[in-house]
T-cell receptor, first 111, second 113 residues
Framework: GENVEQHPSTLSVQEGDSAVIKCTYS??????FPWYKQELGKRPQLIID?????GEKKDQRIAVTLNKTAKHFSLHITETQPEDSAVYFC??????????FGTGTRLQVTL | DTGVSQDPRHKITKRGQNVTFRCDPI?????LYWYRQTLGQGPEFLTY????????KSRLLSDRFSAERPKGSFSTLEIQRTEQGDSAMYLC???????????FGPGTRLTVT
């Protein structure tokens, strides 16, 4: 089955800096890659996603890149703000229904 | 609120008791998913439905777990003879067939004492 690895597990950046979170997946059949943000005690919230026919997607300060050959994808957050502090999860979808999640990255944006 | 809803939000039960959780998906979504999340981990897939048909079950789902979606709308997840290891957040999500975006509910936090 699919296996998703995520790095780093924790990331601390200063306000205004950029943050990058990387994930790798194992199943070459995976074709959809969402990113979720989860604040403490809250539900996972879908923030951006990318499909396998696209190499990059951007939404304001957030961007995701996908390298199908290397089977890895990354989340980029620019001009980080304190409200970006949360746990971020990447996931992969192989078309059969379920999402396989990474282990999460705890992002701390300091003033 | 037109998002995914779950009930109850919290459940404390004694080991050996049975518990049942309910999930109401976004109304136009025909796919419904159950995940389990433990502290510090990502959600782990349990099972999913397309309309009323249960199409996939994880090996994590022992025979003490059963899920239903009888009319293709809300779903229930029952855990029989609960164990302390069942303590977790149980998340429900829903999606349409295309796109695949899954939207999560607030979860039911289960504590087995």
């Amino acid at each position: 089955g699919e296996n998703v690895e995520q790095h780093p597990s924790t990331l601390s950046v200063q306000e205004g800096d950029s943050a990058v979170i990387k994930c790798t997946y194992s199943d070459s059949a995976s074709n959809y890659f969402p990113w979720y943000k989860q604040e403490l005690g809250k539900r996972p919230q879908l923030i951006i996603d990318i499909r396998s026919n696209v190499g990059e997607k951007k939404d304001q300060r957030i961007a995701v890149t996908l390298n199908k050959t290397a089977k890895h994808f990354s989340l980029h957050i620019t001009e980080t703000q304190p409200e970006d502090s949360a746990v971020y999860f990447c996931a992969a979808h192989s078309g059969r229904g379920k999402l396989t999640f990474g282990t999460g990255t705890r992002l701390q944006v300091t003033l | 609120d037109t998002g995914v809803s779950q009930d109850p939000r919290h459940k404390i039960t004694k080991r050996g008791q049975n518990v049942t959780f309910r999930c109401d998906p976004i109304s136009e979504h025909n796919r419904l998913y159950w995940y389990r999340q433990t502290l510090g981990q990502g959600p782990e897939f349990l099972t999913y439905f397309q309309n009323e048909a249960q199409l996939e079950k994880s090996r994590l789902l022992s025979d003490r777990f059963s899920a239903e979606r009888p009319k293709g709308s809300f779903s229930t997840l029952e855990i029989q003879r609960t164990e302390q290891g069942d303590s977790a957040m149980y998340l429900c999500a829903s999606s349409s067939d295309r796109p695949y975006e899954q939207y999560f509910g607030p979860g039911t936090r289960l504590t087995v004492t």
